[in-house]
Structure formats: C-alpha cells, structure tokens
C-alpha cells in the first residue's frame, strides 16, 4: 500500500500569506488528490492533481487561490494564496489506491490569524 | 454529481452495544463503499469497504451491508469497545469521475465504558 509523507504537519500564518502543503507519495501514482476538512466537518475535496496537465477543481474551488503542481508520478503541492481566517483548515493529500480505497497523508492543520 | 447522506451525526452507545451507522448514495453509477474512520487529529483510515457486486461484507466485529435498489449502504459495529470512538465517514465512488470519493458528513461515535 502507498505510503505519503506529508508536510508541513501545521503552521500559523498571517493572514494575506500563503503557504505551499507538500505530499510525497512511496510509489507511482496517476492521480492524487487534496480535500480540505473543516472543524468537526467532513472531508471537501478541492481538486484532482493528474501528471503532466492542469488540476481539475471542484465547484468553489478555484486555481488563483489553491494553485497545485504535480511535477511527477510521486509528489504534489497545494499553495493556500492569500489566506484568510477562513481558510483555517486541515488539508490533506490523498491517492487512490485501487481495489483498497484511498489513502491519506497525516494533514496540514492550518491557523490563519 | 454524487450526493452522500449520512445519519446519524452523533451515536453514543455503551459499551458491547451495537452501532449501526448509515448512508445513502444519489448516482446509480457509484459502485464502490469505503468507511473511513478518524481518530481524534489523525488521519482517516480505511476500516472496511464494499463493491457493488455484493450485498455484505464481514470482518470480525464490523461489517457493512448494501442495497443498491435502495441506495443504501451501512456500517454494522457489534460488541463495541471504547477504543470504537471515533469519527466515522462513508464515501461513495463511481469511476465515471476518476473514482473520486464522495464523502458523507460523518458520525461521532462515542462508546461509554
């Protein structure tokens, strides 16, 4: 199963900052995936991080604002730009691993002040 | 797009009670059933999933049923024990959108010793 290593594990931020949110995954793989989860909420996904083309975002999600790159088959980021304190949040990363579901990352838990 | 519901949001059961957790799915098309549980600041961890070729699937004290005439799908914990706590979720995954996972809202589950 994939291991992914992700960082930074949280940050405090002043608000109008961004921070990029590394992933690292074990092995190769075509698509990865970064979900915001909000206190006591469920996880939203934000976007879809494919190799070699754009991200594709959700609804309300927009690239101005969550910029991601996906380099190569094993590594993505996720840039939270000009951050507000409503985008305090734990951010992960997540790949899926075929028959066995998704796995995630460990979280990004985001203070904007 | 895929709609999941989940209920209820909180479930508080003693312990060797069983928990029964449920969700409901709005595309046809989705075929595949994770749960997810997440303990306290940690990352979801798949617990037990389920495809649409079958009706119930078992493992030691938990097990998830499915009817997709009905679509409905739902987690069964049997001879709960405190360390059950946790945030459960339910998702939902159709490979029309690249198999990207549709969560529902989560239950609390608390297991009183």
């Known amino acids: ?113 | 797009g895929e709609n999941v519901e989940q209920h209820p949001s909180t479930l508080s059961v003693q312990e060797g009670d069983s928990a029964v957790i449920k969700c409901t799915y709005s595309d046809s098309a989705s075929n595949y059933f994770p749960w997810y549980k997440q303990e306290l600041g940690k990352r979801p961890q798949l617990i037990i999933d389920i495809r649409s070729n079958v009706g119930e699937k078992k493992d030691q004290r938990i097990a998830v049923t499915l009817n997709k005439t009905a679509k409905h799908f739902s987690l069964h914990i049997t001879e709960t024990q405190p360390e059950d706590s946790a945030v459960y979720f339910c998702a939902a995954s159709e490979p029309n959108t690249g198999n990207q996972f549709y969560f529902g809202t989560g239950t609390s589950l608390t297991v009183i010793p």
Not at chain 1, 46 to 69: L, M, R
Not at chain 1, 70 to 87: A, C, G, I, K, Y
């Open chain 1, 1 to 113: 199963s994939a291991v992914i290593s992700q960082k930074p594990s949280r940050d405090i931020c002043q608000r109008g900052t961004s921070l990029t949110i590394q992933c690292q995954v074990d092995s190769q793989v075509t698509m990865m995936f970064w979900y915001r989860q909000q206190p006591g909420q469920s996880l939203t996904l934000i976007a879809t991080a494919n190799q070699g083309s754009e991200a594709t975002y959700e609804s309300g999600f927009v690239i101005d604002k969550f910029p991601i790159s996906r380099p190569n088959l094993t590594f993505s980021t996720l840039t939270v730009s000009n951050m507000s304190p409503e985008d305090s949040s734990i951010y992960l990363c997540s790949v899926n691993r075929g028959l066995g579901g998704y796995t995630f990352g460990s979280g990004t838990r985001l203070t904007v002040v």
